[in-house]
């Protein structure tokens, strides 16, 4: 029997580079996101290319009654989940704190706070009740040092960042392993996102530099997921070589 692992936000970036990683290393999936028709053609991809069995849910993490009702009626063959990968999450907008868009801060905390928290409530009791399970939380360098204009963005991931401590301490007594990885920046549909759809200025975000690509973040996770059982790996704070920290670059 495969093991299983749940990754949400799996139409893109770095979601999708880590379930074609845990594909590769024989996992059935269960995949979540909105854009229902990339998902199915990402579920059949996998199936052909990896024969495992795929699962995809779509839904919308912001949306409480959704997550709660699809994750609580999985069908029982799927419940024995050994990994979750909390991925599924954005930025919207880069403007002085005075001067941000409401609908944008709700946007983020609703996706990286609360929908992360809606998912993992359906998830971690199906673990705890296994005493098995690993919980990785996607944070970022934003969850350890916060940016001019990145403001909510940023407490959104402290916020991940403190959740996994939690995490951490709340699943000790089940053997549950919990790890954050906190990336720098990762060339993926993030930066379209936050500029709200403007290809160009997206495009301008990794001018001159190599950025980290979403493979390099599976990569991270494989790591994380491998270790022996009593090896875990609280946080991998992983960026481009090219990105001292969060405000230093170097471009050529
Ligand atoms: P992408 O925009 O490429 O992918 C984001 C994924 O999240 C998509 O699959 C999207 O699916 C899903 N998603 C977004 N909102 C929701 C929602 N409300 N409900 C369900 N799924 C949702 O970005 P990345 O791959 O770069 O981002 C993945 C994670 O990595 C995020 O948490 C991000 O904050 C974090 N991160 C990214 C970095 C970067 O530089 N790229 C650096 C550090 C961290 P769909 O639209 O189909 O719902
Ligand atoms: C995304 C990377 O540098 O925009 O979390 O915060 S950054």
New binding site residues.
Partial sequence: MNKIAMV????????MATAKMLAKNGYNLIL????SE?LLAFENELINEFKIEVLSLNF???NRMETQKILSELPQKWEKIDVLVN?????SGLDFIHQGDIDDWETMID??IK?LLYVSRQIMPLMVNRKKGHIVN?S???GKETYLKGNVYCATKHAVDSLTKAMRIDLLPYGIKVTSIS????E???SE?RFHGDKERAKNVYAGLTPLF?NDIADAIEFAITRPAHVNINDILIMPTAQANSSHTHRE
């Fill in positions: 949400t936000g799996a139409t893109a970036g770095i979601g979540t996101g909105r854009r990339r919308d993490v912001r991925n599924a999450g954005l930025a996706t990286n929908g996607i970022s360098i934003a990336p720098g920046m990762v993926t549909e993030f996102v979403a």
